[in-house]
């Protein structure tokens, strides 16, 4: 949990940046967790603490098309990831 709000998937950089990411299967899921992960963004931004995610991201299975959505968050395929 990261000020109250819950992350399927955090990953973090050797430099210290960190990605957020939501894990969804549908399509219909995909603005509740893009709301979800700006709602996060900003209650870091609004901590003066906290350092905000550098990328936010939706892991959305039964895809194979990784595109950046309006609102800057990404949607990717499992098929796109690598170790």
Do not use: C, H
Not at 3 to 9: F, L, P, V
Not at 13 to 26: S, T, V
Not at 38 to 60: H, N, Q, V, W, Y
């Amino acid at each position: 949990m990261y000020s109250n709000k819950e992350i399927d998937a955090v990953v973090e950089l050797e430099d210290g940046r960190w990605g957020a990411f939501e894990i969804k299967l549908g399509a219909n899921q995909m603005d509740g967790a893009a709301t979800s992960l700006l709602d996060l963004k900003t209650s870091f931004e609004e901590d003066e603490k906290g350092r905000t995610p550098a990328i936010l991201g939706i892991i959305r299975g039964l895809s194979n098309t990784a595109y950046r959505r309006d609102d800057g968050v990404f949607v990717i395929p499992p098929t796109a990831l690598r170790a």
